[in-house]
């Protein structure tokens, strides 16, 4: 686990040192402690906005409106040369069905009769992909072969494969009409985005209402039916369980006092949240005290978890300084002696 | 002996924080030189995540046998009556029926949703269900949830599993990205992902975290939406993420959900495991060693066992000397 090149190295050595002076602060806060606190802050959120943007905006905004523009000024011509050049091809090639088809499969394609919706759905699927550049005759080549080797279409006549591409070329847009609504949408999304923004001016701050109100609306929207069912309905159901526990020996014991206690925990902890009315009498004040009781126990084995949380933290941290650290710097040099 | 014991009671008043800090530091360090693994028995919690993935590949091969049961009794309907609404649910089996030959011992989507502050008891989980995983046959898809960092962090411990090294050695040949396992990386809006890959992943994932085409790889032949996978893993240090996946993989589209949680948000999900709505979870760092234990991993998280138990034993020890200071207090008091 050690350090393997001494760029490596220098990373463990900066992550030791970034440990220590993290826990320095446990003496008292010092330049280091604060200045390690600045570097994981400022790390952190650096990383952030890059991973969003490289993972998020990028392939989901960026790089389709930058297909979509180049695909409205592409030249028709070549594009159809390309892909008749491709069909041909794959018709002469007979390459279909895909090369891991069993051949009673290839066997059963070949006795169907060619379907042109089928074909046409195929064409569509490869050309109007929203990331296929159609100005690289390549990436269309590659994506029609895609299309095709999965379709299990009979493309074995080649006159009827031809005629149809020509039918097909009667209605092809290099960009269809749902693309620039969806273009309109993606507008309208990134205009919502930036409508947060404007938080940052008191006079325009207003503005941000809208994305915000948006966000939350679909949010619950989504979540609310969802976690109804999964956090009551389940729940509840769950609750309700024998009170007597029968096996193949007689009573489960065990099993019997486990569900009498997850009735009685329940109702009597529901019960001390009952604050409609004054708990004065005996039974009320016994429940309430049960209930408290299972709170408590509720309590120790969440706090029992945190510390176990809590020292499982400091062993990682002191079983990298161990390991990767001391181990690892001794051994690297140890090897390169 | 008096005068001892004031000097002490003095000098442990000024520095009781530091010498408790020196002593945990001390009890961690000298118990991490122990490289001998602490016996644990299984919880039952944990061997519900194990036998999901365990039984994935028997389950898989069921799913296949019941789909091509349900197709021949929809092709038997439509020779009797053929109907076009009938010949679209026989177009529509088949190709499910396809798609589950393709990955044929099940796919077992990982969602790594961590940073490196939680890295010491969700890390070795992880890595240990998805090496099971791989050990069994089984195709892995991983994403990512909330957390930004989880991407280089998830590479990582991918690529450990995959590829292994001299330290973490493999029972298994070299897995390769795309044929056996693919890794999403992270998105931002990790519940409208979730949503989204219940009616297309390829839709919701278009590429790879390093930019490739996920349609072009041949694991992905096999994966149009979330029916198309056989359980998911939840490995979180933040509660969104389970909850999502209670919501979408288990309440809306009923996908055996395992979660391995860090212990300090894991008692918030016992409730689920006892309602039947995760088949099983695994609690911090215990839970962890639990399952490595089992699978024969590589111990790291049994070896921090160890550190554990001393730390514990420390702490109970100082709960017990703080109640009796306060008892022997109380009593001078009165």
Known sequence: MGPDTFIDLIGVWIAALLTLGVYSSLIKDTFISKLTEAVFVGVSFGMSIVFTYYNGIKPKIEEPLVRYYQNLHVDYATVTNAVTRTVEKIADAKTLPAESATEELADEIASRSFDTNRFFAVLDSALYKQTLKLQSTNEVAVSLQSAFASSEINLVDKATVMGALKDYFQGYKTVP???????????????????????????????????????????????????????????????????????????DWLATFGNLSLVIGTLTVLYYFFFSFKKEDAASRGATKIGIAYLMIGFGASFAFTIMARVSLLIGRINFLQDEWIQGTYEFFKYLN | ????????????????????????????????????????????????????????????????????????????????????????????????????????????????????????????????????????????????????????????????????????????????????????????????????????????????????????????????????????????????????????????????????????????????????????????????????????????????????????????????????EYFIKGKRAA
């Open chain 1, 177 to 251: 009409t749902s693309r620039h609504f969806w273009v309109l949408y993606i507008f309208i999304s990134v205009l919502l985005g930036l409508m947060f923004i404007t938080r940052f001016f008191p006079k325009h701050a207003w503005l941000s209402r809208f994305p915000m109100a948006y966000t939350i609306g679909i949010g619950v929207g989504m979540g609310t039916p969802l976690s109804f069912q999964s956090q009551i309905m389940q729940q509840v159901q769950a609750s309700f369980i024998p009170m007597l526990v029968r096996s193949a020996n007689g009573i």
């Open chain 2, 1 to 324: 002996m008096k005068g001892f014991l004031s000097r002490f009671g003095s000098f442990w008043k000024n520095r009781y924080r530091a010498i408790i800090y020196i002593m945990t530091f001390a009890f961690v360090w000298l118990a991490l030189i122990n490289k001998k693994p602490l016996d644990l028995s299984i919880s039952g919690a944990t061997q519900g995540a194990l036998d999901l993935v365990e039984k994935m590949p028997e389950n898989h091969r069921r799913k296949i046998q019941e789909q091509e049961e349900l197709l021949a009794k929809l092709q038997k309907e439509e020779s009797q009556h053929s109907s076009a609404e009938l010949t679209a649910q026989i177009d529509d089996a088949k190709a499910y029926l396809e798609r589950l030959k393709i990955n044929s011992n099940g796919v077992f989507l990982v969602c790594i949703d961590f940073d490196a502050g939680s890295d010491a008891e969700l890390g070795p989980m992880a890595y240990s269900s998805i090496r099971h995983a791989f050990s069994l046959g089984i195709k892995v898809l991983i994403n990512n949830g909330y957390t930004v960092m989880a991407q280089p962090l998830s590479q990582m411990i991918v690529d450990s599993a995959a590829l292994g090294g001299a330290t973490m050695p493999r029972p298994y040949g070299f897995k390769e990205a795309g044929s056996d396992f693919v890794f999403f990386g992270f998105r931002p809006n990790a519940f409208q992902v979730y949503l989204q890959m219940g009616e297309s992943v390829l839709s919701a994932y278009e590429t790879d975290y390093s930019g490739k085409t996920l349609a072009d790889m041949p694991i992905m032949k096999g994966i149009k939406d979330i029916r198309d996978i056989d359980g998911i893993a939840a490995y979180s240090c933040n509660v969104g993420t389970p909850e999502s996946w209670i919501n979408v993989a288990q309440t809306k589209f009923n996908i055996p959900l395992v979660v391995g949680m860090t212990a300090v948000s894991v008692s918030d999900y016992f409730p689920y495991l006892q309602s039947g709505q995760l088949c099983g979870l695994i609690t911090g760092l215990r839970g962890a060693a639990e399952y490595e234990k089992a699978v024969g991993a590589p111990p790291v998280a049994n070896r921090r066992m160890w550190a554990q138990l001393y730390t514990h034993a420390f702490a109970i020890g100082l709960i017990i000397v703080g109640n009796i």
